[in-house]
């Protein structure tokens, strides 16, 4: 395909995204290992232009000669903007610059996102959410609100004469490949995963009512805003999203317990809090060393934990890296439900416990107020026994032991 072609990928609606063949980290987060693509679209009708989304800043002349073989600006009527991160904004202000009779449409939580991108609180444009719609002449448009996937503004909409829904970000992926359609690229299925795994899954919750709007539209067409469009099993990967976000339906709880330890003493109050725990009925707990975890593995184990207890020394004032690689590890996934506290032993200062619970209740989570398990050197038969205390105490709580004082978090 040549780069300035435009492709009409259903009837009357053109792709007029780019492709970044070179970009090899993207957020800052993830590994982009064949680049990406910008999607944006065009929407032809009898009555005027609908222009949907825009590309990165830096692409951005690519993307108005795409637009320009399409239409004159004085044709363009609207133009949707479903998200406002940089790689789908960065060319929404010069648009609007060049098309001053087009309404903006965003979502009502961008608005105040839009004026400060175009720095100018005198633009042309109206909020939209579920429920509403625009006609113009072939082409009904309507709108869904599907927050946090993954910025707070995040909406998607559908076309109803095409069946084709813009989804914004969700379903895609940072997947380069010119033949643009889900049938001709390449197996782009680790790149779709992986999309999710680090873009929409610390807002699983989100992700669920999205799903239970597009469940009700009859769908032949995804165009997301990265990656292949999928045109050919568009439901395949709704239900992807759909398994991937399900809570796991379990009759227990799952406690995981971290911990770090140079000479054995966190070890074994981590060892004795296991114990008090298994004591208490419906909970399953595990015992995990940071020393021998992989970053993936510490992810998965998170996810799927409904309570977790950190075990850390305090080794030159601070706890020590893994611990902290674990906590980095949140970034990727959904707090809410998940209560943790932190333990371990010291010799004279111990911060690191103290250091371990702020960051907890910055992250969101639940902490439960009970005793500070912070232990001087090695752990004595009495201090043993606070432990398994502190892990019954714990599971308890779990369980949905009401107490007294209300778990704090910087929520
Ligand atoms: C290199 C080193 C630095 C330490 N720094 C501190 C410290 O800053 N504050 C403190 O309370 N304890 C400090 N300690 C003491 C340990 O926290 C203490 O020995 C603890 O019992 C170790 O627990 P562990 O056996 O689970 O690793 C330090 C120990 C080491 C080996
Ligand atoms: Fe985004
Ligand atoms: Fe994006």
Redesign the pocket.
């Known amino acids: 395909m040549n780069n300035n072609n435009v492709v009409e990928i259903s009837d009357n609606i053109f792709f007029i995204g780019v492709f970044d063949s070179e970009i090899r980290t993207f957020d800052i987060i993830m590994k982009t290992a064949n680049g990406s693509s910008y999607n944006a679209y065009l929407i032809k009708t009898s009555e005027g232009i609908i222009v949907v989304d825009g590309v990165k800043i830096e692409f951005q002349e690519e993307y108005f000669r795409k637009l320009e073989q399409l239409c004159q600006y004085d044709e363009i009527k609207y133009v949707i903007s479903h998200h406002l991160e940089p790689d789908h904004a960065g060319s929404i202000p010069e648009l609007i610059k060049r098309c001053t009779s087009a309404k903006v449409l965003v979502s009502p939580q961008a608005a105040n996102m839009l004026k400060a991108l175009v720095k100018s609180e005198s633009i042309n444009f109206e909020t939209v959410w579920t429920n509403k719609s625009i006609t113009l002449g072939e082409k009904t448009v309507q709108f869904l609100t599907t927050p946090y996937l993954h910025w707070p503004e995040t909406m998607s909409s559908y076309v109803v004469e095409n069946k084709l829904l813009f989804s914004g970000d969700v379903f895609g992926s940072h997947y380069c490949d010119e033949r643009l359609f889900e049938e001709q690229v390449g197996d782009f299925s680790y790149a779709f995963s992986y999309y999710y795994d680090h873009i929409m899954r610390p807002f699983k919750s989100y992700v669920q009512n999205a799903i239970k709007l597009y469940e009700k539209l009859t769908i032949d067409l995804i165009a997301p805003l990265h990656g292949p469009i999928l045109n050919h099993h568009p439901q395949k990967y709704i239900q992807l999203y759909k398994k991937y976000s399900e809570p796991t339906h379990k009759s227990h709880k799952v406690l995981s317990i971290f911990?770090?330890?140079?000479?054995?003493?966190?070890?074994n109050?981590a060892q004795k809090i296991y114990e008090g725990c298994e004591s208490v009925e419906g909970i399953v707990a595990n015992v995990y060393d940071l020393a021998s975890l992989d970053e993936q593995n510490m992810i998965k184990i998170l996810d799927e934990s409904d309570g977790i207890l950190i075990?850390t020394?305090?080794?030159?004032?601070?706890a020590p890296k893994p611990v902290w690689d674990l906590l980095c590890c949140m970034m990727f996934l959904e707090k809410k439900g998940k209560i943790a506290q932190a333990f371990?032993?010291?010799?004279?200062?111990?911060?690191?416990i103290d250091m371990i619970i702020d960051r907890l209740k910055f992250l969101h989570f639940k902490v439960p107020p009970m005793n500070l398990l912070k232990i001087?050197?090695?752990p004595t038969k009495e201090e043993l026994q606070e432990c398994f205390d502190f892990g019954v105490e714990f599971c308890e709580i779990l369980n949905g032991k009401m107490i007294e004082i209300t778990m704090t978090s910087n929520n």
């Open positions: 911990y770090l330890t140079s000479y054995k003493n966190t070890r109050m075990g020394p305090t080794i030159n004032g601070d371990g032993s010291y010799g004279w200062s111990g911060e690191a001087k050197l090695i």
